[in-house]
């Protein structure tokens, strides 16, 4: 049988017809697919061609090999004789564009060949494996068991080139609080032979693979307590080097020093900076004459030996005053040890947590140092550099979070950041020149699939969807995974998975908090507790909920049976998996509410409704623990042992649900029952008026939207200045409660973050969303992914004209509601999602 794919503008051609005299045939049906590449490349594109040889049989059958007649030639502008450059300089391509930008890369049909045209090692890497893409190759195809399909023909259009340049100079990830994915699941397969807690080499190497196929560049590597240094383990360093991947180091560990695993107090001292300099110094400067030469980028500051505050200082003065000496003692250490102008030496500084605070209070941080600003830990910048900032030589860049360990809530089970969340905060950051080096933190990059490829995608290539297009985004990864057919229907089912965990995520799902007093809770964690979700307003949303979530299971298990059976193992970790547990842990958390409200004292064994629900919130509970044994121990012939954990940090929502009895397996199988009796919304909308933002009568014109985004998955932004107005009718004249919705942002670069609000032009309201960090505010709004505004006012009965004014920078409206029950107690607002 032939195959033929169709890739965008027809660049690629698979297929049985007649070619055309220029068209070049890569793969005929019979004769591997061959290369040439000049003579002396960088160990990165050795490895590359390693990959793309291996793709070739993935898709071929036939591994691709070096032939000195081929059509396809290989050239890394950096790494060519001067013969080779001769011949490179009798191509038609863009040279001046690709020679001034470090790892872009340029493929075309000239002269009757196919070429690929690096400007360094990793440029002809990403343009190697950019080919290996275009012929039906997903960058997942290890991590994500993504098998290509077989290809009878290889063909490119004679017409076909591309120039890529990347948007942001720095682009990795950082493994992260790894101690229930990576770290173990290394331990148990690929780097078994390493002693327990090792990230080694074969780990790393699979890694950096990734980031290869995903156009990245850096990496920080894990740091937690109980996981080896980088440094200190054979092999990571050289791997690092062949992969051409830089290794930098997060905010709490200087000059690329793992401190929780290298700096020895009882044989080293207090990690004090006032009382125990020298011995610091030499700490910092061993590591520093041991990456001389390297390709890395140095973390300037100091904190605590973890991740806490900086030891012997008290007040904002003092920490002011002495991280200012810290820093410029690093500066001539690395100018001493390296033997090198300063300002040509990759430095960044991190204000994270407290040392915002101390760069406010007039910390000076030199003009080439790299301003790396952050998010809140749950996806919401903080800062992003003022116009001031924004001309530093250094530049600026951005730590992002995809997972956190942390208050008010861990995240770390699975990835649910919403796609537009990711897309708005990151192009914001764009947008006022935060492009020097983008950090993704997740701690695991296989559970992280397409919130990371989004992330990356967007930081090689800036303009790679917008804030109108990200669905077709995300409709294309779906489509490159499981081909065309299978990712459009899988779109509105992913779209809906982020409505709901947006509205909360699974790890949320118990109203706990973590980290708070020990003296109060028990490992500082409070215990599970009833939902905000109610089963007397509107139609029962404990029902609404659960019959959302239970529609996409059943479609997910539908649309399964249309992939290519080995497509299966990438289906179930890139789909079922995670929608399958987020669902059950909702389910298992409302129904166990449900059980408890409706079991009377004693007789809980006696009611069949109680039981039912105790049994559904149980057999939500074990489905999870199947799965994940599942995940664990089969897919993939068990290539993942240990890479999925359904608790991490053993966190009281994890744990078997709270019921008023035990179970047995016998009761849980007789009650269970599957049906969810949910009522049409309209049916009980009485009383109150609920809109999304984006359904507005009247608007300015630099008033935008966002795709998935917010609860109701297409937020509205408002400039500076904009406004929007909504027409709506009063049946009569009464009080009411008027709630807005925001995206809870920061004010990332002004004092304030302000929105008003009008009914007919009267009773102005002003609005913050600024909220100190930590407050219990700022956790509600985290917990909700939503800030909600009120006040209360008498409306006439007619019609009426709401008007909301942003008075800064900043604000996403999500969606809003006017309510004559003045005490009724809900979470979601009763809308559909605008998707």
């Known amino acids: 049988m032939k195959f033929k794919v169709h890739i965008t503008s027809l660049l690629l051609l698979c297929g049985t017809f007649s070619v055309q005299a220029k068209d070049i045939v890569l793969f005929n049906g019979k004769n591997p697919v061959s290369y040439t590449v000049n003579s002396n490349p960088s160990p990165v594109v050795n490895i590359a061609l390693n990959m793309f040889s291996s793709d070739m049989q993935a898709v071929t059958g036939k591994k691709a090999k070096s032939k000195s007649d081929s059509p396809l030639a290989i050239y890394q502008l950096d790494a060519l004789t001067d013969k080779e450059f001769k011949e490179v300089s009798c191509i038609d391509f863009p040279l001046n564009k690709i020679i001034v930008s470090k790892d872009a890369f340029w493929m075309g049909v000239k002269n009757d060949k196919l070429y690929i045209i690096g400007n360094n090692g990793r440029g002809t890497a990403y343009g190697i494996l950019e080919l290996s893409k275009i012929s039906g190759v997903s960058p997942w195809i290890w991590w994500g068991d993504v098998h290509p399909e077989k290809k009878s023909q290889l063909i490119i259009n004679d017409k076909y080139q591309t120039l890529q340049v990347p948007s942001v100079e720095y682009r990795g990830i950082f493994i992260n609080d790894e101690d229930w994915s990576t770290r173990t699941w290394a331990h148990k397969t690929l780097d078994r032979k390493q002693e327990q807690g090792t990230i080694g080499p074969n780990t790393y190497r699979k890694i950096f693979e990734l980031l290869l196929r995903l156009k990245a560049n850096t990496i920080w590597p894990a740091m937690h307590p109980g996981t080896k240094p980088f440094f200190q383990v054979k092999g990571n360093q050289e791997v690092a080097d062949s992969c051409d991947i830089y290794i930098g180091t997060s905010h709490c560990e200087p000059l690329l020093r793992n401190n929780v695993g290298e700096w020895n107090v009882k044989n080293m001292g207090a990690f004090n900076y006032l009382t125990n300099q020298k011995k610091i110094e030499d700490y910092w400067t061993y590591r520093i004459k041991e990456t001389a030469g390297m390709d890395v980028i140095y973390t300037l500051g100091m904190r605590g030996i973890h991740d806490g505050s900086m030891e012997g200082v008290k007040t904002l003065d003092e920490k002011t005053k002495w991280l200012q000496k810290v820093i410029n003692d690093q500066r001539k250490l690395l100018h001493k040890n390296l033997k090198t102008d300063i300002k040509n030496i990759p430095q960044i500084f991190v204000p994270y947590k407290e040392v915002l605070d101390i760069y406010n209070n007039g910390l000076k941080v030199p003009d080439d140092v790299t301003l790396m600003w952050c998010d809140d830990n749950y996806g919401y910048l903080t800062h992003l550099s003022n116009p001031s900032e924004a001309k530093r030589s250094g530049g600026s860049g951005v730590y992002y979070h995809l997972s956190y360990w942390g208050r008010p809530h861990d995240y770390l089970w699975l990835t649910t950041t919403q796609p537009g969340l990711i897309y708005e905060e990151m192009h914001k950051a764009y947008t006022n020149n935060n492009k020097r080096i983008w950090i993704a933190n997740v701690h695991d990059p296989k559970v992280a699939a397409y919130d990371l490829s989004l992330f990356l995608d967007m930081a090689w290539n800036i303009n790679i969807t917008k804030t109108n297009s990200l669905q077709q985004h995300m409709q294309n990864w779906l489509c490159q995974q499981f081909g065309t057919h299978t990712g459009k229907l899988l779109l509105p089912v992913m779209k809906e998975f982020y409505h709901l965990t947006a509205i909360r995520k699974p790890e949320f799902m118990g109203w706990t908090q973590t980290e708070l007093d020990k003296k109060k809770y028990n490992r500082g964690l409070s215990p599970i507790q009833d939902t905000e979700f109610n089963a007397g307003e509107f139609g029962n949303e404990i029902e609404?909920?659960?019959?959302?979530?239970?529609?996409?299971?059943?479609?997910?298990?539908?649309?399964?049976?249309?992939?290519?059976?080995?497509?299966?193992?990438?289906?179930?970790?890139?789909?079922?998996?995670?929608?399958?547990?987020?669902?059950?842990?909702?389910?298992?958390?409302?129904?166990?509410?449900?059980?408890?409200?409706?079991?009377?004292?004693?007789?809980f064994f006696n009611d069949k409704e109680a039981m039912t629900a105790a049994a559904n919130s149980m057999t939500a509970h074990q489905e999870i623990i199947a799965m994940t044994k599942y995940y664990n121990e089969q897919l993939a012939g068990g290539k993942w042992n240990g890479i999925m954990s359904m608790s991490p940090r053993d966190l009281p929502v994890f744990k078997e649900p709270a019921l008023p009895g035990i179970l047995t397996d016998e009761q849980i199988k007789k009650y269970a029952d599957k049906e969810i009796d949910a009522e049409p919304l309209e049916n009980h909308m009485s009383r109150v008026i609920a809109r999304n933002a984006v359904h507005y009568t009247a608007a300015s014109k630099d008033v935008y939207t966002t795709e998935m985004l917010g609860h109701s998955m297409k937020s509205l932004n408002l400039p500076k200045g904009s406004v929007v107005k909504y027409n709506f009718l009063c049946e009569k004249t009464d009080s009411a409660i008027i709630r807005i919705a925001t995206i809870p942002t920061h004010a990332v670069n002004q004092n304030d973050i302000r929105f008003s609000v009008t009914i007919d032009g009267n009773n102005e309201q002003i609005f913050t969303?600024?909220?100190?960090?930590?407050?219990?505010?700022?956790?509600?709004?985290?917990?909700?992914?939503?800030?909600?505004?009120?006040?209360?006012?008498?409306?006439?009965?007619?019609?009426?004209?709401?008007?909301?004014?942003?008075?800064?920078?900043?604000?996403?409206?999500?969606?809003?509601?006017?309510?004559?029950?003045?005490?009724?107690?809900?979470?979601?607002?009763?809308?559909?999602p605008a998707i």
């Open 544 to 603: 609404r909920y659960k019959a959302a979530y239970q529609a996409i299971k059943e479609k997910v298990e539908e649309i399964e049976k249309t992939i290519r059976p080995t497509l299966s193992d990438a289906y179930f970790a890139a789909i079922k998996y995670p929608i399958f547990m987020a669902a059950d842990m909702a389910i298992k958390q409302l129904e166990a509410q449900e059980a408890r409200h409706i079991a009377r004292p004693g007789l």
């Open 769 to 832: 969303l600024k909220e100190p960090f930590r407050s219990e505010q700022w956790k509600q709004n985290v917990l909700r992914g939503q800030a909600v505004k009120s006040f209360q006012l008498l409306l006439e009965k007619g019609t009426h004209t709401l008007e909301i004014k942003a008075l800064d920078e900043g604000i996403i409206l999500d969606q809003w509601m006017i309510d004559y029950n003045l005490n009724r107690k809900f979470y979601m607002f009763p809308i559909e």
